[in-house]
């Protein structure tokens, strides 16, 4: 085991992400810790970044702006798509996430904020992108 994690440690770990105004995102602090491997991708590049370095079994808190947390809210990822152009058995419902495929064969997300007779709004930016979030890191192991 090292003692600080570097960008390719394999990581035992308790996270929490609120906006600053307390709505959470995510937390594992009320369930099983996360394990993950730095720079697979489990966990945005910019949250990894802040990790690089800390030691293990301590806890820290970080203020990070849009900039260095999931970026600004970018206008252009908010698109009205016609109905009819959605696959039929897509489950629409306002303030929802609908999960897409992607023509390779991934998946993506967007938001539903406005549904119409005929159009449905989607944004799909991160719900956190825009806001200044902050992180609380508690690392419990470091491979």
């Not at 016609?82 to 996430?97: C, D, F, Q, T, Y």
């Amino acid at each position: 085991m090292s003692n600080t994690v570097r960008s390719d440690s394999y990581l035992t770990l308790h996270y929490r992400i609120t906006a600053q105004d307390g709505e959470e995102f995510l937390s594992t602090f009320d369930m099983s810790p996360a394990t993950l491997q730095m720079g697979s991708g489990q966990l945005a590049e910019n949250l990894e970044k802040v990790l690089v370095g800390l030691p293990a079994m301590e806890h820290f808190v970080f203020e990070l702006p849009p900039d260095e947390a999931f970026g600004q809210h970018n206008a252009r990822l908010v698109e009205r798509i016609a109905r009819n152009g959605l696959p039929p058995e897509m489950e629409l419902k306002e303030n929802s996430v609908v999960e897409f495929t992607a023509p390779n064969g991934g998946t993506f997300a967007g938001f539903l904020r406005e549904l119409d007779a005929t159009h449905a709004l989607f944004d799909f930016n991160h719900p956190m992108a825009g806001k200044t979030i902050r992180f609380e890191v508690k690392i419990i192991g470091i491979m």
